[in-house]
């Protein structure tokens, strides 16, 4: 190799490692502002420990215990920081889960199991076998309802199976109250 061409590619080779260096250098507030981001998620998302507070706010029970959640939420939980108090109602019959939710403008919802507390009505079944029922299909803006006969016992919030003619088979539908089941609609 002739020494012009040995000493271009050095020039050249230092060129570049200082346009390197200096790009880098450019960046380095970038990667500091993304590491920063990174290393607090309190920042970014919301603590599964405050979801954990407002349940046991909201129940007056400790995690685990009867009436209280049934375990922590997850700590792998990345949900967008919540910027207003959390939103929480119970979810369902049985006040087996709680529904938490953020309001924000990055809303976000999820549901927590509780142990529920064992229901008096469970002793005595509110609907025996044989009983003459009605039930109701509801739908969004509609409800149907038919005459039936409860094929086995059941609670209130129990599904049992109900029979609506001699000829047709049984359907499952949830009671409601004494003398009425639901189905509920699409």
């Known amino acids: 190799m002739r ?5 271009a590619r050095s020039a050249a080779r230092k060129e570049f490692q200082l ?3 200096a790009t880098l250098l450019a960046c380095l507030p970038i990667f500091a502002a993304a590491a920063e981001a990174q290393n607090s998620p309190v920042a970014r998302f919301t603590d599964p420990g405050e979801i954990d507070r407002a349940v046991r706010e909201f129940t007056g029970v400790p995690i685990g215990e009867v009436g209280g959640a049934r375990v922590p939420a997850d700590q792998r939980l990345r949900l967008a920081a919540c910027e207003g108090p959390l939103d929480l109602a119970w979810h369902g019959n049985g006040r087996s889960t709680i529904r938490v939710a953020c309001p924000g403008p990055q809303s976000w919802r999820i549901f927590i199991a509780t142990r529920p507390q064992a229901r008096a009505e469970a002793a005595e079944p509110s609907v025996s076998r044989g009983d003459p029922i009605a039930v109701q ?3 969004r803006g509609f409800s149907v309802q038919q005459g039936g006969e409860a094929m086995e016992n059941g ?3 129990d599904w049992i199976a ?3 003619s001699r000829d047709a088979a ?3 539908a949830r009671i409601e109250r004494p003398g009425l089941a639901i189905i509920p609609g699409n």
Do not use: D, H, N
């Open 170 to 172: 049984p359907v499952r």
């Open 137 to 139: 299909v509801r739908g």
């Open 3 to 7: 020494p012009l061409e040995t000493a």
């Open 155 to 157: 609670a209130i919030g």
């Open 19 to 21: 346009l390197a260096l």
């Open 162 to 164: 109900v029979r609506m």
